[in-house]
């Protein structure tokens, strides 16, 4: 999905692109040129603390707030919570690329940990999925972190964006399931077992608004919310020469610096906590490419701009 050019028209297709992902020959141009970017690779050696830290807090709030009204529930789930979510949800995103431990297991087992205030049981399947996004960029009903064809004709004016922007982890979620669903295997059924006992336990010792807190938090943080925006400004077209977008702004922070995209695509074995360090060597790469500095913007011109539809899909998918 992207602009369509003829300007009166709304865009309702994709751009279609007919050059290989672009990620893989950087990559090997920078590499050649700094090969001591290698010496980034790795994993984050605070990745479990940090991780620790989020999910404790985030747990602690939600029996906290076993009393609380709903309105009281709904904006500490909105302004707090759905931040702590959010960094958990990519948390378990750094995790798929093992990127806390050496041994891909113990990345496994933490995603799960991590995945406990999320409340739905989704750090397993994320892996499988997201792996694919990176081999297969842009090629359509191949990479599920990209919009279908049918969401192009549904989501085309303001109120069709706006909705589907405050749903949008619905897509996200569902999307495999309807385009390329996959068994599940051994470790998805630990992954639900796990979750369906913490979340028991959060609704027999604290109550359901506890648990509505935690389901709250997940479903805020990735709709209408800031940190949501980056699901828009990663690969969403605003630029038809330029498939992936990086967002250089405070909020990095707090989402282990997901934000350096172009820098993630071409080193996913470099840990969030060091992509920074691949602009400062390397900044001919990246300096010249569209960048944001607001995800609350992306999400405003997202849903106001009458031609950007989505993402650039790739001729593999033709």
Known sequence: MGVDERGGVMATDFFWAYTDEPHASRRRQILSQYPQIKDLFGPDPWAFLKITVAVLLQLWTATFLHNAGWLKILTIAYFFGSFLNHNLFLAIHELSHNLAFSTPVYNRWLGIFANLPVGVPMSVTFQKYHLEHHRFQGVDGVDMDIPTLTEAHLVTNVVTKSIWVILQLFFYALRPLFIKPKPPGMWEFVNLIVQVT?????????????????????????????????????????????????????????????????????????????????????????????????????????????????????????
Request: aromatic fraction near 20%.
């Open 198 to 318: 913490l979340d028991a336990t959060i609704v027999y010792f604290w109550g359901w608004k506890s648990f509505a807190y935690l389901i709250l938090s997940t479903f805020v943080g990735g709709g209408m919310h800031p940190m949501a925006g980056h699901f828009i400004s990663e690969h969403y077209v605003f630029n038809k020469d330029q498939e992936t977008y990086s967002y250089y702004g405070p909020l990095n922070l707090m989402t282990w610096s997901v934000g350096y995209h172009n820098e993630h695509h071409d080193f996913p074995r470099i840990a969030g906590c060091k992509l920074h360090k691949v602009k400062e060597i390397a900044p001919e790469y990246y300096e010249a490419f569209d960048s944001y500095k607001s995800w609350s913007q992306v999400i405003y011109m997202y849903v106001m701009d009458r031609n950007c539809m989505g993402p650039q899909q790739d001729e593999e998918s033709l």
